[in-house]
Nanobody
Protein backbone atom coordinates (compact mmCIF):
# COMPACT_ATOMS: atom_id res chain seq x y z
CA UNK A 1 0.00 0.00 0.00
CA UNK A 2 1.33 3.40 -0.98
CA UNK A 3 1.99 5.78 1.88
CA UNK A 4 2.60 9.48 1.23
CA UNK A 5 4.01 11.82 3.86
CA UNK A 6 4.66 15.55 3.55
CA UNK A 7 7.03 17.60 5.69
CA UNK A 8 8.60 21.02 5.81
CA UNK A 9 5.63 23.24 6.45
CA UNK A 10 5.77 26.13 8.88
CA UNK A 11 5.50 29.86 9.42
CA UNK A 12 7.38 32.23 7.12
CA UNK A 13 7.28 35.95 6.45
CA UNK A 14 6.05 37.34 3.18
CA UNK A 15 8.84 37.38 0.63
CA UNK A 16 10.55 34.44 2.25
CA UNK A 17 11.18 30.91 1.08
CA UNK A 18 10.27 27.43 2.22
CA UNK A 19 10.83 23.94 0.84
CA UNK A 20 8.32 21.15 1.26
CA UNK A 21 9.25 17.51 0.95
CA UNK A 22 7.18 14.45 0.22
CA UNK A 23 8.15 10.82 0.57
CA UNK A 24 6.15 8.03 -1.01
CA UNK A 25 6.66 4.46 0.10
CA UNK A 26 5.11 1.09 -0.60
CA UNK A 27 4.80 1.46 -4.34
CA UNK A 28 6.69 2.03 -7.57
CA UNK A 29 7.36 5.73 -7.00
CA UNK A 30 9.62 5.97 -10.03
CA UNK A 31 6.76 4.96 -12.31
CA UNK A 32 4.33 7.74 -11.53
CA UNK A 33 3.72 11.41 -12.00
CA UNK A 34 3.62 13.30 -8.68
CA UNK A 35 1.77 16.46 -7.78
CA UNK A 36 1.25 19.12 -5.14
CA UNK A 37 -2.07 20.71 -4.28
CA UNK A 38 -3.11 23.16 -1.59
CA UNK A 39 -6.30 23.99 0.22
CA UNK A 40 -7.63 26.70 2.48
CA UNK A 41 -10.72 26.21 4.64
CA UNK A 42 -13.93 26.69 2.73
CA UNK A 43 -12.30 26.49 -0.68
CA UNK A 44 -11.65 23.75 -3.18
CA UNK A 45 -8.28 22.12 -3.40
CA UNK A 46 -6.04 24.03 -5.82
CA UNK A 47 -3.45 22.54 -8.15
CA UNK A 48 0.07 23.80 -7.45
CA UNK A 49 2.57 21.73 -9.43
CA UNK A 50 3.23 18.34 -10.99
CA UNK A 51 6.27 16.50 -12.29
CA UNK A 52 6.53 13.56 -14.65
CA UNK A 53 8.14 10.33 -13.54
CA UNK A 54 11.49 11.11 -15.21
CA UNK A 55 11.40 14.87 -14.39
CA UNK A 56 11.26 15.78 -18.07
CA UNK A 57 7.99 17.64 -17.68
CA UNK A 58 6.86 20.00 -14.97
CA UNK A 59 3.58 21.86 -14.67
CA UNK A 60 2.54 24.77 -12.47
CA UNK A 61 -0.59 26.54 -11.44
CA UNK A 62 -0.86 30.10 -12.68
CA UNK A 63 -0.71 31.58 -9.20
CA UNK A 64 2.67 29.99 -8.40
CA UNK A 65 4.37 29.96 -11.78
CA UNK A 66 7.80 31.58 -11.60
CA UNK A 67 7.93 31.37 -7.79
CA UNK A 68 7.66 27.64 -7.04
CA UNK A 69 9.82 24.81 -8.36
CA UNK A 70 8.98 21.12 -8.20
CA UNK A 71 11.64 18.44 -8.35
CA UNK A 72 12.03 14.77 -7.51
CA UNK A 73 14.68 12.25 -6.52
CA UNK A 74 13.63 8.80 -7.67
CA UNK A 75 16.51 7.22 -5.80
CA UNK A 76 15.04 8.49 -2.53
CA UNK A 77 11.36 8.29 -3.50
CA UNK A 78 10.94 11.97 -2.73
CA UNK A 79 9.46 15.00 -4.41
CA UNK A 80 10.14 18.55 -3.29
CA UNK A 81 8.45 21.89 -3.70
CA UNK A 82 10.70 24.92 -3.41
CA UNK A 83 8.64 28.00 -2.70
CA UNK A 84 10.03 31.51 -2.94
CA UNK A 85 8.66 35.05 -2.90
CA UNK A 86 5.91 33.74 -0.68
CA UNK A 87 2.74 35.75 -0.23
CA UNK A 88 0.05 35.64 2.45
CA UNK A 89 -2.24 34.18 -0.23
CA UNK A 90 0.03 31.12 -0.33
CA UNK A 91 -1.13 30.22 3.17
CA UNK A 92 -2.77 26.81 2.97
CA UNK A 93 -2.43 23.14 3.77
CA UNK A 94 -0.20 21.63 1.10
CA UNK A 95 -0.80 18.09 -0.08
CA UNK A 96 1.41 15.74 -2.03
CA UNK A 97 -0.21 13.14 -4.24
CA UNK A 98 0.72 10.28 -6.53
CA UNK A 99 -0.90 10.24 -9.96
CA UNK A 100 -2.61 7.08 -11.11
CA UNK A 101 -0.54 6.86 -14.30
CA UNK A 102 2.97 7.31 -15.64
CA UNK A 103 2.15 10.45 -17.53
CA UNK A 104 0.73 13.60 -16.00
CA UNK A 105 -2.52 13.64 -17.95
CA UNK A 106 -5.14 15.94 -16.44
CA UNK A 107 -2.46 16.95 -13.94
CA UNK A 108 -4.61 19.74 -12.52
CA UNK A 109 -7.47 17.47 -11.57
CA UNK A 110 -7.64 15.89 -8.13
CA UNK A 111 -9.46 12.87 -9.51
CA UNK A 112 -6.41 11.46 -11.31
CA UNK A 113 -4.36 11.23 -8.12
CA UNK A 114 -5.10 8.16 -6.05
CA UNK A 115 -2.69 8.41 -3.12
CA UNK A 116 -2.58 11.49 -0.90
CA UNK A 117 -0.65 12.59 2.13
CA UNK A 118 -2.16 14.14 5.23
CA UNK A 119 -0.92 17.60 4.32
CA UNK A 120 1.45 20.12 5.87
CA UNK A 121 0.47 23.63 6.94
CA UNK A 122 2.20 26.62 5.38
CA UNK A 123 1.48 30.02 6.89
CA UNK A 124 2.83 33.21 5.34
CA UNK A 125 2.62 36.28 7.54
CA UNK A 126 2.40 39.78 6.13
Amino acid sequence: QVHVVESGGGLVQAGGSLTLSCEASGGAFISYCMGWFRQVPGKEREFVAAISRNSEDTYYGETVKGRFTISRDNGKNTVSLQMSSLKPKDTAVYYCAQHDWRGCYDYGSESVYDHWGQGTQVTVSS
